[in-house]
């Protein structure tokens, strides 16, 4: 069987996983080594990813499961504030990088608000635009179809138009589908 050489990074450090029997160390990079078969150099385990998040198989005799890397790096390598910090995010948001100073502990009510603002900060951002999916219109169509509203343009005339049905445009203009298109308002003529 090849052997494969895993690259050794400098300043890496490595700690005991507790409760494993000396059997794992986890890096302050991220790293997970088993010294269940061998005894002297260890293999660092590649894992799987789920969702981003890489896991890796952790066993004892009795108990066998799959646990998140970052969270082994911030149990191990960081200081837990209180029993209430159960969540680890990695502060610049990608999910590949597990090294300790890119973890973070919060508690579920921290979370939820700096998802709150991760969202506010996406909307804000002028190159974010929602995706409809298996939608026949696209906002293009939504900015016609709601400007010719305005103007007075008949429902079912519309409707036809653009191969919907009228209960679909009417949805359309109460702001129930496509709500988050804006028209700017068309002054009358006089």
Avoid at 3 to 25: A, C, H, M, Q, S
Avoid at 50 to 60: A, D, P, T
Avoid at 130 to 135: C, D, E, L, P, V
Wanted: aromatic share 8%.
């Amino acid at each position: 069987m090849k052997e494969r050489r895993l690259r050794k990074i400098e300043d890496e450090d490595w700690r005991i996983l507790p409760g494993f029997n000396k059997r794992y160390r986890v890096s302050n990079y991220g790293r997970v080594k088993s010294f269940a078969y061998n005894k002297k150099d260890g293999k660092v385990l590649i894992g799987c990813e789920v969702n981003g998040f890489k896991l890796v198989q952790i066993s004892k005799p009795g108990f066998s499961k799959k646990l998140y890397v970052h969270k082994l790096v911030a149990q191990v390598w960081g200081s837990k504030p209180d029993e209430k910090h159960t969540f680890v995010t990695h502060l610049d948001g990608n999910l590949r990088n597990n090294h300790i100073s890119n973890l973070e502990w919060h508690t579920r009510e921290s979370l939820v608000e700096k998802h709150r603002e991760l969202a506010k900060q996406k909307m804000k951002d002028p190159r974010h635009k929602r995706i409809i999916r298996n939608s026949n219109l696209v906002e293009s169509d939504i900015i016609l179809l709601k400007s010719m509203l305005q103007r007075g343009v008949v429902q079912a005339k519309i409707a036809k138009m653009f191969c919907l049905s009228e209960m679909q445009i009417t949805r359309i203009k109460r702001g129930e589908n496509w709500g988050h298109v804006q028209v700017p308002k068309v002054e009358e003529e006089k």
